[in-house]
């Protein structure tokens, strides 16, 4: 009888341990990434997430519209293999997710689950002439910036389609904004609907009135 109770005994204390041990593991893994009822993440690998809805946005035409079945995105330049690719294709290549903040020249800031087709997997397709060291994004609003080359590529920065696991909306830069991490907001270009890659060095929209070209987080706002 008293080996029975003892046997009794441990089992129980082994289901209850057991049992503990999956409550806090939920209890971590809810704590990595929460969404909300309608789908959007509000945490990510231990970030909390501004909600798109208290987002902030700059554009110098206001939001545009892009129809998804008639997108496509121009990959020119001083490539081996120019691209026009649809939204379909996109959404087709292997994806990349990370949290990542944008950071407004302006002082704001918002901090975000990004998902997207990185730039190298772009390049590895086209093929990039070795003289190239600029890349200047196009958008749907007459928008430009540009970046080095160097930069895209050994920080595997991403187009994203999606942020906070939901698909772009048209306010934030559907189909495509460019990720830009450690870079000033005015770097993350909005419906972007080409990338021309050039060895000759480009000032954008606000760059060609004083903004600086490098854009570091933390570095001066204007051309010295």
């Known amino acids: 009888m008293i080996n029975r109770k003892q046997d009794r005994i441990v089992f129980i204390a082994v289901i209850s341990i057991f049992l503990l041990l999956v409550l806090i593991?939920?209890?971590?893994?809810?704590?990595?990434?929460?969404?909300?009822?309608?789908?959007?993440?509000?945490?990510?690998e231990g970030h909390q997430l501004t909600p798109i809805s208290k987002q902030r946005n700059n554009?110098?035409?206001?939001?545009?519209?892009?129809d998804k079945n008639t997108y496509e995105l121009h990959v020119y330049g001083l490539v081996d293999n120019p691209v026009n690719l649809s939204y379909e294709q996109i959404l087709?290549?292997?994806s990349v997710t990370r949290f990542v903040r944008l950071d407004c020249v302006e002082g704001w800031g918002f901090d975000g689950k990004w998902t997207g087709v990185s730039l190298n997997t772009i390049f590895n397709e086209t093929g990039i002439n070795s003289s190239a060291t600029t890349v200047i994004f196009h958008s749907a609003d007459g928008y430009s910036t540009a970046l080095e080359l160097d930069y895209l590529v050994e920080n595997d920065i991403m187009l994203a389609y999606e942020i906070n696991d939901v698909t772009l909306p048209a306010d934030r830069g559907f189909p495509?904004?460019?990720?830009?991490?450690?870079?000033?907001?005015?770097?993350?270009?909005?419906?972007?609907?080409?990338?021309?890659?050039?060895?000759?060095?480009?000032?954008?929209?606000?760059?060609?009135?004083?903004?600086?070209?490098?854009a570091d987080v933390g570095g001066p706002a204007f051309e010295r």
């Not at 809810?30 to 909300?36: L, Y």
């Not at 554009?59 to 519209?65: M, P």
């Not at 904004?177 to 606000?206: C, F, N, P, R």
């Open 92 to 94: 087709a290549y292997p």
């Open 176 to 214: 495509l904004q460019l990720v830009a991490e450690v870079k000033y907001g005015y770097k993350w270009a909005k419906w972007i609907t080409s990338i021309e890659v050039t060895d000759e060095s480009y000032k954008g929209y606000w760059e060609s009135v004083g903004y600086s070209n490098n």
């Open 59 to 66: 554009a110098i035409q206001g939001t545009q519209y892009i």
């Open 25 to 44: 593991s939920g209890c971590v893994e809810d704590s990595q990434e929460k969404t909300n009822t309608s789908g959007e993440a509000t945490v990510f």
